[in-house]
C-alpha cells in the first residue's frame, strides 16, 4: 500500500548535551579557564544553570548542542514547512535523483503502469475517515502516477531520460507526496521549534511529527527540553485572539499542572 506512515528517527546529538551547556554557562559566568571546564559539572549543577539561563533570557549557551534526525512518512506539504525553520541544515530525498515511476507492470503497451502500486503518499485523516473523499483521493494518486509514467516515457522517447526527466515530470506530482529528510538543529532553535509547531494550531501533520521529535531529545536531554512544548504551557497562549481555547487541555496533555493565579 502506497500510503506512507510517519517515522522519527534520532540518529545523532552531541554527547552530554545538558552538560555542554552547562560548561558554556561556567565560561560565561565564572573566572573559570579553559581546562577548568573539562571537570565534570554534577547533574543538580546543570541543572541549575539551565534553568539560570532561561529564566535570564541568555540563551546562546543551549545553542552548543545539537540533534540530527531522520524523518520519513512525511508529505512534501510537510517538509515545505519544515525547512522555513531557517537556523537548521536538511538533506532532503531529491524528486530530481531519485525516481517516482510506478512499480508494477506495463498494461497493453500503453506506457502507463498499474493503478496499484504508486508513489508513497500521506493520506489527511480527516480525507481517511470519510470513505468517498479517500476514495476520490486515491483516485488522483493514480491519475498523477500516470501522467507522471507517461511524461517520463514521452520523454525517454525525445531522448531524455534520467535525472533530466525525472525533473519535469515531476512537476504533475502532489504534495502528499512522501519525502525523507535528515534535519540538525541546535537545542536552542527546537525550543523555538516546538513552541511553534507543538501548538494546536500548527498544521496537524508538522504538529505530529514535533511532537515525536520532542519525545526523542527529552529521553536524551531531559533537562534542557523539560518545559519545551507548545507556547501556552507556563504563559499566556501567545496566538492571542486566534488561540484554540483549549489551553487546559494542552497542559495536561503535557503534564502540566493547572497554574494558580
Not at 172 to 189: D, F, G, Q
Amino acid at each position: 500500500m502506497p500510503e506512507a506512515k510517519l517515522k522519527v528517527i534520532l540518529l545523532r546529538y552531541t554527547p552530554d548535551p545538558e552538560e555542554t551547556v552547562a560548561m558554556a554557562a561556567k565560561l560565561c559566568y565564572s573566572p573559570s579557564d579553559i581546562e577548568s571546564l573539562k571537570e565534570k559539572i554534577e547533574t543538580k549543577d546543570q541543572k541549575a544553570f539551565v534553568e539560570k539561563l532561561v529564566k535570564m533570557g541568555h540563551m546562546s549557551p543551549i545553542e552548543h548542542p545539537t540533534f540530527t534526525f531522520a524523518i520519513e512518512g512525511i508529505s512534501r506539504a510537510c517538509s515545505h514547512q519544515l525547512v522555513r525553520h531557517r537556523l537548521a541544515s536538511y538533506s532532503q530525498q531529491s524528486q530530481r535523483y531519485v525516481s517516482e515511476r510506478g512499480q508494477s507492470t506495463t498494461h497493453g503497451g500503453s506506457g502507463v503502469r498499474g493503478q496499484d502500486v504508486t508513489f508513497d503518499y500521506i493520506v489527511p485523516p480527516v480525507i481517511a475517515q470519510d470513505k468517498e473523499a479517500k476514495k476520490i483521493f486515491e483516485n488522483f494518486m493514480v491519475d498523477a502516477q500516470k501522467a507522471y509514467d507517461i511524461l517520463i516515457e514521452k520523454l525517454n522517447n525525445k531522448g531524455v531520460s534520467g535525472e533530466s526527466a525525472n525533473q519535469d515530470a515531476r512537476f504533475v506530482l502532489p504534495n502528499a507526496a512522501e519525502t525523507k529528510i535528515m534535519v540538525t538543529m541546535n537545542a536552542r532553535e527546537l525550543l523555538h521549534f516546538f513552541r511553534q509547531r507543538c501548538c494546536n494550531r500548527a498544521q496537524w501533520e508538522i504538529r505530529q511529527m514535533s511532537e515525536e521529535m520532542l519525545k526523542l531529545v527529552k529521553k536524551v536531554a531531559p533537562i534542557i527540553f523539560h518545559k519545551a512544548g507548545p507556547g501556552c504551557l507556563y504563559a499566556p497562549c501567545p496566538e492571542g485572539e486566534y488561540s484554540c481555547g483549549k489551553i487546559e487541555e494542552v497542559r495536561r496533555r503535557y503534564g502540566v499542572k493547572k497554574q494558580s493565579g
